[in-house]
Structures are given as C-alpha cells and as structure tokens.
C-alpha cells in the first residue's frame, strides 16, 4: 500500500536537474565530504551557498586531473570563470527561511532536501511548499504562524 506521504513525493518529485558539468553527490559524502564542506552558509544565513570553482580545486587540484569535467573546472579557474551550477531549490523571494534557523533547531538537510548521500544527480525531492513547511513545522511543533515566514503588512 502506498502512503500518503509517498505518493505526494511522487507527485512533487522533478526530473533530474541537468547541470553544467556531472557532479555526484553519491560519491563526493562517500568520501567523508560533508554538506558543508561545500555549502556555506553565510551571514546572515538564510541560504546555502552554491560552491565555486575554488573550493572544488581546493581538492580536485591533485585527484582525478586526468578527468576532462576537472579539466574544465581547472580552465574555468584559471579564466576566472565561476561553473553555472543550476539550483535545484528556490525559496520565493517573499518567504523568509533561514538554513541556519532551521539547522540549529536540529533539521537535516535530508528533512527537506531527500537522501542526497544516495543520489548521483539532484532532483526536487522535498515538499518545499507552504503546505510541506506547514506540515512539517506542525509534526515538530515549531511556530506556525503567518509571520514565521512571511512579514506582516
């Protein structure tokens, strides 16, 4: 029997997120990386950082050189070039959400973002909708009103 649940994550689920150059997520946590050794959070916090050219060469300068996508990386740094990386998630610019919030109250990035240590390219798994925060800030008995998220008029 399909749940409630599953059956929603199947209707919100998108296809794959074609990016620029392949990037395995699967492989990169197999490793040890960590969400935010790649992804950081900035002040004041409210989104993750999408990585630069840099913090991928801060590795892939001495591992898997031989690789034309590192390559590529390799030419974009030394074009001073940033890979456009296509965002999976998009907050609406009228909800106020905050990673850091939402983190030090004890969420996963796998809350709302899906099993990403199992996945080799990205898609919207996670009910980002005002009714998957809703449901979920009820479910963890975190504040639910209007002006948690969107500011008073």
Not at 44 to 66: F, Q
Not at 92 to 99: D, G, L, N, W
Not at 131 to 138: F, L, V
């Amino acid at each position: 029997m399909v749940t409630f649940s599953w059956l929603l994550l199947l209707v919100l689920a998108a296809d794959p997120i074609q990016q620029p150059l392949p990037y395995s997520h699967q492989l990169h946590i197999s490793k040890g990386l960590q969400c935010k050794t790649c992804h950081t959070n900035a002040d004041p916090g409210e989104s993750m950082g999408i990585p630069k050219v840099a913090t991928c060469l801060a590795c892939h300068r001495a591992i898997k050189t031989d690789s034309p996508h590192i390559q590529e990386l390799a030419k974009a740094a030394a074009e001073k070039r940033e890979i456009k990386w296509k965002r999976v998630y998009q907050i609406p610019s009228y909800v106020f959400f905050s990673h850091r919030i939402h983190a030090e109250a004890g969420a996963t990035c796998q809350n709302c973002h899906g099993d990403v240590a199992q996945r080799e390219v990205l898609a919207k798994e996670g009910d980002i909708s005002m009714g998957g925060c809703m449901t979920c800030h009820q479910q963890k008995k975190a504040p639910n009103d209007c002006n948690t998220c969107h500011e008073p008029r």
